[in-house]
């Protein structure tokens, strides 16, 4: 499952491609460096949910999201941010067996 259906605002980082301040390339050059390194790994990912190796650039990636956000977090955002956690919180249950055991 991509990072696009489990956590969709992320989308709200490419706010932050105009910018050329140092914090934000460097940034940037970090996550496309640790992305790039997963590229050559294959797994069939037959018991997850969601990427699980997103959690190497994750906190890189949650720093683009503040600078790309700026203080101002409408109704959209929050709303995104529920719907990842319900759909991260429904992957754990479906992971447990504690929800449609059938899938």
């Known amino acids: ?7 969709p605002v992320l989308f709200y980082i490419l706010g932050t491609l105009k ?16 992305a790039a390194l997963h590229l050559f790994y294959f797994n069939t990912g037959a018991r997850q949910f969601g990427y699980r190796f997103s959690v190497d650039f994750m906190p890189i990636l ?11 977090v409408s109704w959209l955002p929050i709303l995104l941010i529920v719907y990842s956690v319900a759909v991260n919180f ?3 249950l479906w992971y447990a067996k504690l929800f449609c055991d059938t899938w």
């Open 1 to 7: 499952m991509s990072l696009v259906v489990t956590t």
């Open 19 to 34: 910018r050329r301040n140092p914090w934000v390339v460097g940034a940037w050059i970090s996550f496309l460096l640790i």
């Open 90 to 92: 429904i992957g754990v």
């Open 62 to 72: 949650a720093c683009l999201l503040a600078m790309g956000l700026q203080r101002r």
